[in-house]
Structures are given as structure tokens and as C-alpha cells.
Nanobody, 112 residues
Framework: QVQLVESGGGLVQPGGSLRLSCTASGISFATALMGWYRQVPGKERELVAKITAGGRTNYADSVKGRFTISRDNARRAVYLQMNNLKPEDTAVYYC??????WGQGTQVTVAS
């Protein structure tokens, strides 16, 4: 059974930072494409960043230069370092594995 468990969300002021973590189990991780998505009520889930097995990364234009995705295959984990957060980054963030499996989501709220 594939499980993705996210952590690291919370409330942060504009300009602040958060680091999201996602740990995978039940499936081969080292070869898996991993991604972070986010969703706000009333809108479709959108891609934030993704990372291939080889470490190649891709980002949404809205987060380029502020967010960094990384992975640790030994820990079966993927991370999203979010810096210079803006109110428009407020959303539920989801970890995704191989475009097929989803975590439960973690809320990120950017507000003063």
C-alpha cells in the first residue's frame, strides 16, 4: 500500500520561510518522479514543483527563485523549501508520486 505523509505546514508571515517534507512508503522511491502541488478552495490543483529520479527540477513560474524542491532517496523523502512566502502562496500543499499517488495535504497559510 502506497503512503505519502506530509509535514511542515503552518502559519507564517509574508516574507517568511517554511520547509515541507513528504515521506513515501510501499513503493519504489528512487526511480519515482516526485512533485508538490497546491490547491485553494474553488480552484484546480496546480503543480508547484517536480523532481525526476535524476534530480532534474521544474517549477511553476509563480514560485521560481523562491521555492526549491529536493529529494533524499535514502530517506525516501522529498522536500519543498519555501522562502519569501507571499499571501498568494496560501493553499493546501500535496505531495505527489509518479502522478498517481497523493498525500493527505498540509495547510500553508501566509498572513500577517
Amino acid at each position: 500500500q502506497v503512503q505519502l505523509v506530509e509535514s511542515g505546514g503552518g502559519l507564517v508571515q509574508p516574507g517568511g520561510s517554511l520547509r515541507l517534507s513528504c515521506t513515501a512508503s510501499g513503493i519504489s522511491f528512487a526511480t519515482a518522479l516526485m512533485g508538490w502541488y497546491r490547491q485553494v478552495p474553488g480552484k484546480e490543483r496546480e503543480l508547484v514543483a517536480k523532481i525526476t529520479a535524476g534530480g532534474r527540477t521544474n517549477y511553476a513560474d509563480s514560485v521560481k527563485g523562491r521555492f526549491t524542491i529536493s529529494r533524499d532517496n535514502a530517506r525516501r523523502a522529498v522536500y519543498l523549501q519555501m522562502n519569501n512566502l507571499k499571501p498568494e502562496d496560501t493553499a493546501v500543499y500535496y505531495c505527489n508520486l509518479m502522478s498517481s499517488y497523493w498525500g493527505q495535504g498540509t495547510q500553508v497559510t501566509v498572513a500577517s
